[in-house]
């Protein structure tokens, strides 16, 4: 990698500070009384920063492995108590690798055998070994980077970025908004946000953007950000990787593409702050006999000076600015546990790959709705975070309140029904999860996150609370819970939680796919081959075990893999804009509103509910045609066998709707009549599928086994004794219905 002269220069400087850290603390631990926990944590911190300092020097980076948590746990402790000396205790091992690993520098540097030059290099070669990244670590860097490897995800991900950037210029004016009603302006208290800082922050964001767009290109070109050399000693961290060499570099990609995007917004809300706070503390500096006023010569010349060198107070407010903006603010003990938790058990990596971003998006998507309310009603609220809180609420409850409106028009989509028939039917009609209509189609708003977050909340709701209107309130609440949990499930960023859900409540059905999905992250990005593969083909596949989940996501391969079919035995197709070449660089959902027929003609119908087993009516039922199941007359389907079922029932029963439905007499029926005619109709395409399912399966039989299998699926399939007399003549006329057939 190609470090420029400045840069060289702080990792040189960083060099030699951090190996003469090391001479000194091992002198101390190696002095009379200076083995003290604190000192030999203080030791290993300086090693570990050594280590990680020469793998940055030398071009061959390591992720945040052993020798990073070393770092900011022994960091840590050192300003802390005795539960972060036992935090890094743990991180190396405990008290007697912690003190293995100290004897073992000291035993070196008390052997006269050595000179100090070769003690020296000693010391350069151990502390290089100390952080080294251990097999587990690359390979969940490896997998990570593969589920991230989609152009789609990069885009969303900039996108999301991109709109929550957009509405901070309003928040910080309608904060001012807030303050100048709450401070009584400036009367009942000073007033600690005002439009001039507002209009201050909104110029330092744009200022931003070329700052954060140079650390952007040297983070994709070198894994980190030089800048964090800087205060690699107070901060313990230097964006780097497990996997090292050219290699690793390649596979690393993704991650550095959202370091980049990080970057840019980080620049953005930083320079954002400190000009916002530049502002406020200049109107509140004091000049002779009074504050400087806005927009004169002085007070310009006091928010350039305090921009060009903020006080330590501003860059750490602008530090967290730049972290709440980018979703990347310290969590807390929930969030925290999580990644104990985590650290506790590697393997949950896999589950929950991430935990700080979607935490902070879920605390946005709270912040920006109507329950952002309650952050300005805390007891230990200042008023500035109190209008915070207050603008926050309104701009979200704004967007709601648009969306709502939709909803009830039934323009906008909660999640898709979980009944497979009702499923079918949702998207066939050409909605999609989580969508609002505009004109005659359908837009995804889900991955427009955090915005999207209460707007999922919402639709899952009134989805709850109108599926029956006949339950009580503790059912309906009850469903209401389940049903906002699961959408919070739904989120792009939580789907590995919400597939092992899946695979743990119901293995039969989604335990093999999801094992084989989590063991195709491990393909060098699985993500990008897997959206290649959909640009070349338009149907959605249903790949059954880890080598059709393989081949569903490989270009070239995954038409090999049956297609998913819909009730009408049609392969169900991607969106649009899911589609084609350009479908992998499109990170819009898009669907267009379908009109079909049959479909309108069925929406149309409903069946009586009756009345429960406690006397109470029932709410009336959609007709809906379903699916056809895995068996004939007690006989078993093969997968293929099954597939084609579904696929000659659905075609038949499509077909006799349809001509039923363009005939003159259906206009004139009832709605029972209608429902009745349609059962009918589908019941008697579903026999004639059977009896032709099991006429192929004779037809193609090889052996007496298949045929007598055939032919007794064929009677059961048969109704009547004509039709089982003209099935067994149509054997017959093939040469196959021969006694030892009979005999079976």
């Known amino acids: 990698q190609a470090f420029n002269a400045e840069e060289l220069w702080v990792l040189n400087q960083s060099m030699v500070n951090s190996a003469m850290r090391v001479t000194e603390m091992r002198k101390i631990v190696g002095a009379v009384g200076g083995d003290s926990t604190e000192n030999k944590l203080k030791l290993i911190a300086a090693m570990a920063e050594q280590a990680e300092l020469q793998r940055v020097f030398s071009g061959a980076r390591s992720e945040a492995g052993r020798a990073l948590r070393v770092l900011q746990e022994a960091v840590a402790s050192g300003k802390a108590d005795k539960t972060a000396y036992d935090r890094a205790l743990d991180t190396l091992g405990g008290q007697k690798n912690a003190d293995r690993l100290v004897d073992r520098l000291n035993d070196v540097w008390a052997d006269a055998r050595y000179s100090d030059l070769e003690k020296e290099l000693w010391t350069f070669k151990f502390t290089r070994q100390l952080g080294k990244a251990s097999t587990g670590e690359k390979l969940t860097e490896a997998w990570v980077n593969s589920i991230l490897s989609s152009p789609i995800t990069q885009e969303i991900n900039f996108i999301s970025n991109t709109a929550f950037a957009m509405i901070q210029p309003a928040t910080r004016f309608l904060t001012a908004a807030f303050e100048a009603v709450a401070s009584g302006g400036g009367r009942l208290r000073p007033r600690e946000a005002t439009f001039t800082d507002a209009l201050a922050g909104t110029f330092g964001m744009l200022r931003g953007f070329g700052p954060g767009l140079r650390k952007g290109l040297f983070i994709m070109r070198n894994g980190f950000d030089v800048g964090e050399v800087h205060k690699f000693a107070d901060t313990g961290r230097i964006r780097s990787q497990a996997l090292e060499g050219s290699a690793g570099n390649i596979l690393n990609i993704p991650l550095r593409m959202l370091g980049s995007a990080d970057a ?147 323009k906008m989509t909660g999640s898709a029904p979980t009944d497979p028939a009702k499923r079918d039917a949702f998207y066939r009609s050409g909605k999609i999860p989580y969508a609002v209509q505009i004109g005659d189609t359908w837009v995804e708003f889900r991955r427009v996150e955090p915005l999207a977050t209460p707007l999922t909340w919402m639709a899952a709701i009134y989805d709850a609370w109108n599926a029956d209107p006949e339950a009580d309130f503790t059912e309906t609440a009850g469903r209401v819970f389940a049903s906002v949990a699961r959408s919070a499930l739904d989120a792009t960023y939580l789907d590995g939680i919400a597939d092992f859900i899946d695979a743990i409540e119901d293995p039969e059905r989604y335990g093999g796919n999801w094992l084989a999905r989590l063991a195709s992250g491990f393909l060098p990005y699985s993500a990008l081959t897997r959206g290649l593969a959909q640009t070349q083909d338009p149907f959605i596949r249903a790949p059954e075990g880890l080598g059709e989940q393989a081949m569903a996501n490989l270009p070239g391969f995954s038409s090999l893999v049956p297609a998913r079919l819909d009730v009408y035995g049609q392969p169900l197709q991607r969106v649009p804009t899911r589609q084609g070449p350009g479908a992998l660089l499109n990170p819009a959902r898009v669907s267009p509103v379908t009109t079909d027929f049959v479909d309108i003609e069925l929406s149309k119908l409903t069946i009586p509910g009756g009345v429960g087993p406690d006397g109470k009516p ?98 059961a399939a048969s109704t009547s004794n004509y039709a089982r007399g003209n099935f067994l003549a149509q054997v017959r006329s093939q040469g196959k219905l021969n006694q030892e057939v009979i005999d079976k």
């Open 618 to 715: 029932l709410p009336d039922r959609p007709f809906v045609v379903g699916f056809t199941g895995s068996e004939i007359g007690g006989l078993g389907l093969a997968r293929e066998e099954a597939h084609r079922y579904q696929e000659m029932a659905g075609e038949a029963t499509y077909t006799t709707l349809e001509t039923l439905m363009r005939s003159p007499e259906w206009a004139t029926m009832s709605t029972a009549a209608k429902v009745e005619a349609a059962t009918k109709a589908k019941s008697d395409a579903r026999k004639a599928a059977r009896v032709g399912l099991a006429l192929e399966i004779v037809t193609d039989a090889i052996g007496p086994e298949m045929v007598a299998r055939g032919t007794e699926m064929g009677l």
């Open 264 to 410: 840019i917004f980080k620049s953005m809300g930083y320079t954002s702050e400190i000009y916002a706070l530049a502002a406020r503390n200049a109107s509140l500096a004091q000049k002779g006999r009074g504050a400087l006023r806005f927009g004169t010569k002085e007070w310009s010349d006091e928010v350039a000076r305090l921009v060009d060198d903020p006080t330590e107070e501003m860059m750490k407010k602008a530090g967290n600015y730049a972290e709440y903006v980018t979703f990347q603010s310290q969590g807390g003990v929930i969030t925290k546990g999580l990644l104990e938790l985590r650290r506790e058990a590697p393997l949950l990596k896999f589950i929950v790959p991430f935990v700080t971003t979607p935490t902070n998006l879920f605390k946005r998507g709270l912040e920006y709705s109507p329950l952002g309310v309650l952050e300005a009603i805390k007891k230990n609220k200042t008023g500035l975070e109190r209008s915070q809180a207050l603008a926050r609420a309104t701009i979200g409850s704004g967007i709601l309140g648009y969306f709502a409106s939709n909803f009830l028009n039934g």
